[in-house]
């Protein structure tokens, strides 16, 4: 079975400053997705970030980007500029590729995120 | 883009009533729906999947006859939360695959439940 890692419960950086968020998954899969949501205090989730496994090049969404590492099973989310909007809870999740929409997401403990001022 | 609708956002209600929540898709089909709970500070927790017209399938730990789900249409998706207990009290998303599962789940905006 698949398992998702998250090894930092919170974390916590500056304003305008660049924070990652680690994330570490274990499969016997060849073909996956994994994604970075955010929750924020509303409890909305919120897609950030979206990796196919069968890409070699890193996702990137504007000031967010991820740090995919095929071989060690890792996929670490960037924030560059931090804001005080991107406070909130980050989870890693992994879906299998074939089974089409039956298949559930399975997500890491999550990260909580403090943006200081 | 593909719009979750989940209501109510927030009930309060009386130990042994039945609560339902209901998850809508507005603007695509959805085949499977997903139910889960997530207790304060905590990951999101699979309780089921819903299939259009077919049974819905349990994880593990989740009592069946405790939440019913019935997906009736391919726009909804419906929790049951029977004879409620104030250890049900919590928080409930739904999400959907739109597609044919190679597009991220979209997810309601949560319900939070609590049973006096």
């Known amino acids: 079975a698949q398992t998702v890692t998250q090894s930092q419960p919170e974390m916590s950086v500056q304003e305008a400053e660049t924070v990652t968020l680690s994330c570490t998954y274990d499969t016997s899969e060849s073909d996956y997705y994994l994604f970075w949501y955010k929750q924020p205090p509303s409890r909305q989730m919120i897609l950030v970030i979206r990796?196919?496994?069968?890409?070699?090049q890193n996702a990137t969404e504007n000031r967010f980007s991820v740090n995919f590492q095929k071989a060690a099973k890792s996929f670490s989310l960037k924030i560059s500029d931090s804001q005080l909007g991107d406070a909130a809870m980050y989870f890693c999740?992994?879906?299998?590729?074939?089974?089409?929409?039956?298949?559930?997401?399975?997500f890491g403990t999550g990260t909580l995120l403090a943006v200081q001022p | 883009g593909a719009v979750v609708s989940q209501h109510p956002s927030r009930v309060i209600c009386k130990s042994g009533t039945s609560v339902k929540i209901e998850c809508r898709s507005l603007d695509f089909q959805a085949t499977t729906m997903f139910w889960y709970r997530q207790f304060p500070k905590q990951s999101l927790m699979l309780m089921a999947t819903s299939n259009e017209g077919s049974k819905a399938t349990y994880e593990q730990g989740v009592e069946k006859d405790k939440f019913l789900i019935n997906h009736a249409s391919l726009t909804l998706s419906t929790l049951t939360v029977t004879s409620a207990h104030p250890e049900d009290s919590s928080f409930y998303i739904c999400?959907?695959?739109?597609?044919?599962?190679?597009?991220?789940?979209?997810f309601g905006d949560g319900t939070r439940l609590s049973i006096l």
């Open positions: 990796q196919e496994a069968y890409k070699q």
């Open positions: 999740a992994y879906r299998t590729y074939y089974g089409g929409a039956t298949n559930k997401l399975i």
């Open positions: 999400s959907a695959n739109s597609g044919n599962g190679n597009q991220p789940q979209h």
